[in-house]
Each structure stands twice: as structure tokens, then as C-alpha cells.
């Protein structure tokens, strides 16, 4: 779509694009773009996400809306009306997630885990580094958002050393969006339910920043990475 327009509303999803990464690739579906990448190690998200990102810079040579849900999750019915309501550019929405206590098939009266949520706008990444012992808690950076992917967003990738291990690759992109002059608004009212696990139980008792991959390697990298970082805006 062409968005000549600085904000705008969108009410159906022109293209809806799955990167599948299991042993073999999934049997093509009407409106659905299939992606293959073959799983060599757990945790690969950051090679299925920049396959995904590859084919829609060289599909979409003009701006567009990036919209992304989780795939273990279920987005309530007006979740692309809410997520795309008055999106300015420069701007991610980031929704509201729900831990379901169950895993699927869901038991939608179950006790919730705490909200998946963003509590507060990150106007920069300078505001973001300033907090960023709040990751995980108020500051809830994750990857169920959409934004205008115009210049500031073309040639962004997802960094691959986060792979090999659960956490921070999509906090990682955010900053780097927010590097490029993005701010990060929460979008209460867009809502999606994810599914729980024994091992989402395990690590998301949690969602402290210190404490939720308590010797995994990718919250130090993230730190070491981004601290002493300031934004070029």
C-alpha cells in the first residue's frame, strides 16, 4: 500500500507472511506466504525474522505497515484495527499480551500470568537505556508490534548472536528502531492471548529482568551491547 499519508488506519492485512523453521515446509494456504528456514538449533527466531524481513524489503520496495503476532498466540478479532488505529510514522505500537495459566487448546477463564504489557511510552533510546534495569518489567519490549516500515526501518536486521537461547532478540530490535528515531507507544486495548507450557511456566515465573534467563547468555550480551549506547537522533 502506499503511505502518502503521516498517520493512517488499516482494516485488513494485504499480505500475511509465515516463516516455518520445522523439518519440513508447511502445505501452502490461500493469502499465506510461506517462508522455509530448516531448525538447526532451539531458539532460531532471529533467522526466521530476518527471512521474513529479506522478502518484504525486496517485495515491497515502497513504505508499508509491518504488523506481527506470535505463534503460539491468538489475537482477539479487532487486533489489526487496533494495532493500525492512527499509527503515526516513527512509531511502534506494541500490544498487550496475556499469558493463559493453560496451554492450548486455551482455557480462557483460567488465572493469567502477568500481563505481557508495556506500562509506559519509550519516547527514545536514550529514555530506554536510562531504564533499561526495568526491562521485563515496566518496560516490557517485545515482539507483538506494528509500525511504518519506511528508510529508518530498511536494512534493520535481527541480530543473530541472540540465537542458541530464549530472550532479548526482540527487545534487541526495538532498540534498534528506537536508535533510529522510533518512539514505542502501548496499545492497551490490542490484545492477544498466548498459549503456557512447563518451560513458559519455568521462565516466565519471572518476568524480571535480572531473573527470567538466569544463566542464559543472551541478557548479558544485551546489555554489554547496548550500555554506553546513545541514539543518533
Not at 534498534?176 to 503456557?196: F, H, M, S, T
Amino acid at each position: 500500500m502506499n503511505l502518502a499519508l503521516d498517520r493512517f488506519s488499516v482494516q485488513q492485512l494485504d499480505e500475511i507472511v509465515v516463516v516455518e523453521n520445522y523439518s519440513r515446509p508447511g502445505c501452502p494456504r490461500p493469502g499465506i506466504t510461506y517462508l522455509f528456514k530448516k531448525k538447526q538449533q532451539p531458539y532460531e527466531l532471529t533467522q526466521c525474522a530476518n527471512l521474513a524481513l529479506d522478502y518484504l524489503e525486496h517485495t515491497y520496495p515502497e513504505d508499508f505497515v509491518l504488523l506481527c503476532a506470535a505463534d503460539d498466540s491468538i489475537p482477539a478479532s479487532n487486533y489489526v484495527e487496533k494495532m493500525s488505529q492512527s499509527l503515526a510514522r516513527a512509531t511502534v505500537h506494541h500490544a498487550c499480551g496475556h499469558y493463559l495459566s493453560t496451554p492450548f487448546p486455551p482455557d480462557f477463564e483460567s488465572t493469567f500470568i502477568p500481563d505481557c504489557r508495556l506500562r509506559c511510552e519509550v519516547p527514545s533510546l536514550d529514555f530506554a537505556l536510562s531504564r533499561i534495569s526495568e526491562i521485563g518489567n515496566e518496560l516490557i519490549l517485545g515482539g507483538i508490534v506494528s509500525f511504518i516500515f519506511d528508510e529508518r526501518a530498511r536494512g534493520l536486521r535481527f541480530d543473530n548472536a541472540y540465537d542458541g537461547a530464549w530472550g532479548y532478540e526482540d527487545t534487541d530490535y526495538l532498540f534498534q528502531l528506537l536508535a533510529e528515531g522510533y518512539c514505542v507507544r502501548p496499545i492497551d486495548d490490542a490484545k492477544l492471548w498466548i498459549a503456557n507450557s512447563n518451560w513458559k511456566r519455568k521462565d516466565h515465573k519471572s518476568f524480571d529482568h535480572q531473573r527470567n534467563i538466569l544463566g542464559n547468555k543472551n541478557a548479558p550480551y544485551f546489555a554489554s551491547k547496548w550500555l554506553g549506547h546513545r541514539s543518533r537522533t
